[in-house]
């Protein structure tokens, strides 16, 4: 049976500590010349959103997306030891990963707000990169929306990969736009409330099968092999959010 697995990052599969954030406020001040007045809203949200948002509330200029990138790449390498030394990997994931990369038939690659550069930054970290085929993921840089990731992930998958247009998707996330972007392309969807959404949240966003986190490497493994093989069936109003 085949199956694309595209997971999140943040809150995902690692705690960041803040690191996020910092990042994104040490890129609006080497460009704007000036700290930003408040945090960086994340959210689940695209990297070029993310910058956008935080000039346009600034009052200023949103520089090229060039400069955007180039700078939130550096100040991710930079926070590289500070990432090892504050944040972690989340419960599970270790196992997790290797067990969907071990399975045949299965890719298993990221869909994330992040550029390329800081999600390998963030993966690398706690050794993850080896376990994902991180040349087909969709990041974001590729797109503003979240949901327009998975049509990039797909497209790459296909061309270097030759796997068929076909073969089912499942996002695996932790924010109601995780949800969103799943359900708006036909993708499944596994939600973990490892972030700060709630079960309640993602359920009302649409999740019907939610986890509170990676740690149970069968049952993960289990709601993905469910989707495995075959087109995922069209939800009805009847059918009732699943928290295990």
């Known amino acids: 049976m085949e199956l694309i697995v595209l997971w999140d990052i943040d809150h995902t599969l690692i705690e960041n500590a803040g690191l996020s954030k910092e990042i994104y406020a040490a890129a609006f001040s080497s460009l704007a010349g000036r700290g930003p ?24 200029l949103v520089p090229d997306w060039s400069d955007i990138e180039a700078t939130l790449a550096r100040a991710g390498h930079d926070r590289l030891g500070d990432l090892r030394l504050r944040g972690t990997a989340l419960p599970g994931v270790q196992e997790v990963l290797k067990a969907a990369d071990a399975r045949s038939g299965w890719l298993s690659s990221v869909l994330t707000g992040n550029i390329a550069a800081n999600a390998h930054v963030k993966l690398s ?26 049509a990039v992930a797909r497209e790459r998958i296909q061309r270097l990969r030759g796997v068929p247009a076909d073969v089912p998707v499942v996002l695996v996330g932790d924010t109601p ?47 993905l092999e469910s989707f495995a093989g075959h087109a995922k069936r069209p939800r009805t109003s009847s059918d009732r959010p699943r928290t295990r």
């Open 37 to 60: 007045s408040e945090p960086a809203r994340t959210e689940g949200r695209t990297d070029r959103l993310i910058m956008r948002d935080m000039f346009l509330r600034e009052g200023l």
């Open 125 to 150: 970290a706690f050794g993850l990169d080896a376990l994902l085929d991180l040349a087909v993921g969709a990041y974001g840089a590729d797109a503003e929306l979240r949901p327009e990731l998975v």
């Open 177 to 223: 736009r995780d949800v969103e972007a799943a359900l708006g392309t036909g993708s499944g969807i596994v939600a973990v409330a490892s972030g700060v959404h709630s079960p309640a949240e993602l359920a009302a966003a649409g999740a019907h099968e939610i986890l509170p986190d990676l740690s149970d490497t069968r049952r993960v493994l289990g709601i």
